[in-house]
Each structure stands twice: as C-alpha cells, then as structure tokens.
Antibody, heavy 120, light 106 residues
Framework: QVQLQESGPGLVKPPETLSLTCTVS????????WSWIRQAPGKGLEWIGY???????KYNPSLTSRVTISVDTSKNQFSLKLASVTPADTAVYFC????????????????WGQGTLVTV | SLDLTQPPSLSVSPGQTATISCSGD??????VFWYQQKAGQSPVLVIF???KRPSGIPERFSGSNSGNTASLTISVTQAIDEADYYC?????????FGGGTKLTVL
C-alpha cells in the first residue's frame, strides 16, 4: 500500500523560499514520476513538476525559473523548493506518484498525498 | 502547456447520465486522464488512457476522446458522485489540467 505524506512549514513570508518534503512508504522507486501539484484556495489543480529516473526533472514553464525538485532515495523522500514566493503561491500542495503503463510515456497520478496548505 | 477547457458546473438528477467535456487543440491525439476530487479530499484517478478504469472505479464511469474533445460519462449518477472533476493531459513533458467541473447531483 503506497502512501505519500507532505511535510513542511505552513507559513512562508515573501520573498522567502517555500520548502516541502514528501515521504513515500510502501514503494519508492526511481521508475516513477514523483510529482508536485498545487491547488490555490477555491481553484483548480496546477502541475508544478516531477523528478524521474536518475534525477531527470521537468517543470511547469510558468514556474521553471523558481522551482527545484530533488530526491533523497536513502530516505524515500522527494522535495520541492519554490523561490521568491508571493501571496499568489498560497495553495494546498500535493505530492503524487506518476506512473506509466503499457509502454505509454504519459504518466497518470495514481497515488496522492493528503496535501498541505502553505500560506504566503 | 496546452489549454484545456471544461464547463465550470453541471447539475444532474440521481439516476441520470452526466457527461463532462474537456476541450483542447488536437486533444484526440493525446492521452487524457480524469480525476475526481471530493470536498476536502485529494484527487482520485477515475479514468486513464482516455477510457480505462483503474481497479476499484465503478463501471458507470467511462471516457472517450476524439478530435478536440474528451468526455467523462457517469451513467446512473449517484449522490456519492458529487465532486469536482478534472481532465489532464501531457503536452510533451508538461502536464496540463482543465479548470475543473463541479458536478452537483440533486
């Protein structure tokens, strides 16, 4: 049973850096797309980025200048750093596992954390 | 990233069929995924690869994708299906979500 749990400060002041960690239990492998997704209050989902096999990262073009996603396989964790935050970055931040099936290189998010609210 | 357009809301009566659309440029050439998010909860995958249901998702959930529009259909809609629904696809290595559709069952 795969479980993901976000952790980190619930309040960040501008223009500091938002830092969150996602701890994975029940199966941590570099063959998945470990992802961050956020949801501003009352709004829709916004993909932030992922880290994949060997440390390959991809980020949302709208955030790429401020985002860093890293992984610590020894701790079964991956992390998000978002620099120079503003109130517009206030959101619930979800970590999620992306998986590909049948050789189709289009991951879907099959396991999600419960989300953590970060207020800027 | 690809812009995906969904209707903001949809209301159906219990037992009716709910169809939620998701429009985007040449969307039919891409794989589409659908997520259900109930109030205060994390999203749950209900459809992947346009039309496939994950284990544990009821058969009343189905999907299709052609041309510029993908659709999520919920047949015999139940009160427990009331939620926000999001479509999602990939444009190269960038994921895009639709704005979400609030499904009300009344």
């Amino acid at each position: 049973q795969v479980q993901l749990q976000e952790s980190g400060p619930g309040l960040v002041k501008p223009p500091e850096t938002l830092s969150l960690t996602c701890t994975v239990s029940g199966g941590f492998s570099s063959s998945y797309y470990w992802s961050w997704i956020r949801q501003a209050p009352g709004k829709g989902l916004e993909w932030i980025g992922y880290i994949y096999y060997g440390g390959t990262t991809k980020y949302n073009p709208s955030l790429t200048s401020r985002v860093t996603i890293s992984v610590d396989t020894s701790k079964n964790q991956f992390s998000l750093k978002l620099a120079s935050v503003t109130p517009a970055d206030t959101a619930v931040y979800f970590c999620a596992r992306g998986i590909t099936l049948g050789g189709i290189v289009a991951p879907h998010f099959d396991h999600w954390g419960q989300g953590t609210l970060v207020t800027v | 990233s690809l812009d995906l357009t969904q209707p903001p809301s949809l209301s159906v009566s219990p037992g009716q069929t709910a169809t939620i659309s998701c429009s985007g440029d040449q969307l039919g050439r891409k794989y589409v995924f659908w997520y259900q998010q109930k109030a205060g909860q994390s999203p749950v995958l209900v459809i992947f690869h346009d039309e496939k249901r994950p284990s544990g998702i009821p058969e009343r959930f189905s999907g299709s994708n052609s041309g510029n529009t993908a659709s999520l259909t919920i047949s015999v809609t139940q009160a427990i299906d009331e939620a926000d629904y999001y479509c999602q696809t990939w444009d190269g290595s960038t994921a895009s979500f639709g704005g979400g559709t609030k499904l009300t069952v009344l």
